[in-house]
């Protein structure tokens, strides 16, 4: 079955350095976004991306982050310089279409552990 | 509000039990709704899901039924086995949304003994 790969499965930063998380989306997808879930809390949307730009930002998106297809099959959250807060795990998500029925549902990816030190 | 930390509520059932997980959602306005299976360590996973032009779906082993009267969802799963042991949230999508931007419950811990 398709999967959304995300890599690294864990990163340990210090505060204040750039963090870049990847992901694969599946193969046929046109639609990516970046959900992150602070430990114990709601996984919450970050961002949607489709046709190589951003169609929605949650109020957590602010300037210190950017989003980016820089080939044809990865797909990146950067985090220009991070703040304790950060410390959550990232979901990388994609679907096929608009999310309107079960066949254009998200798919998730297993996650990228930050811990910002 | 939501303290940081929070417990999640949690169901415990026994194997071969029926389970029903209930959910409050909080927009009126919301045409759509999934609920997700989050195991340990994994991403969260699509169950099953509902539009708000009906009140009752069926997939396998999987209900859902939708009340938009007084905005409550929830999710029977039936005789439950122990790989149903996971976190289940329901999201919701407002009408006129973008795709993708899903509102996240908080969350039900389901406990499956055997």
């Known amino acids: 079955e398709p999967e959304v790969t995300q890599t690294p499965s864990h990163q340990v930063t210090q505060m204040g350095q750039e963090v870049i998380l990847r992901c694969v989306p599946i193969?046929?997808?046109?639609?990516f976004y970046w959900y992150r879930q602070i430990l114990g809390q709601k996984v919450e949307f970050l961002v949607s991306?489709?046709?190589?730009?951003?169609?929605?930002k949650s109020e957590i998106f602010d300037d210190q982050f950017s989003v980016e297809r820089p080939d044809g099959s990865n797909f990146t959250l950067k985090i220009r310089s991070t703040k304790l807060e950060d410390s959550a795990m990232y979901f990388c998500?994609?679907?096929?279409?608009?999310?309107?029925?079960?066949?254009?549902?998200?798919?998730f990816g297993a996650g990228s552990r930050l811990t910002v030190l | 509000g939501e303290s940081v930390g929070l417990h999640l509520p949690t169901l415990s059932v026994q194997e071969g039990d029926n389970s029903i997980i209930n959910c409050a959602y909080s927009?009126?306005?919301?045409?759509?709704f999934i609920w997700y299976k989050q195991e340990s360590g994994k991403g969260p996973q699509f169950i099953i899901d509902?539009?708000?032009?009906?009140d009752k779906r069926q997939g396998q082993r999987v209900t859902v039924l939708l009340n938009k009267t007084v905005k409550h969802l929830s999710l029977q799963i039936a005789a439950t086995q122990p790989g149903d042991s996971a976190v289940y949230f329901c999201?919701?999508?407002?009408?006129?949304?973008?795709?993708?931007?899903?509102?996240f419950g908080k969350g039900t811990k389901l406990s499956v003994k055997p």
């Open positions: 927009n009126s306005a919301s045409d759509y």
């Open positions: 999201a919701e999508r407002e009408y006129g949304g973008s795709q993708g931007n899903l509102i």
């Open positions: 193969s046929n997808h046109l639609y």
């Open positions: 998500a994609s679907s096929a279409g608009q999310v309107l029925s079960g066949a254009n549902v998200l798919t």
């Open positions: 991306f489709y046709n190589n730009e951003i169609s929605e």
């Open positions: 509902i539009r708000s032009n009906m």
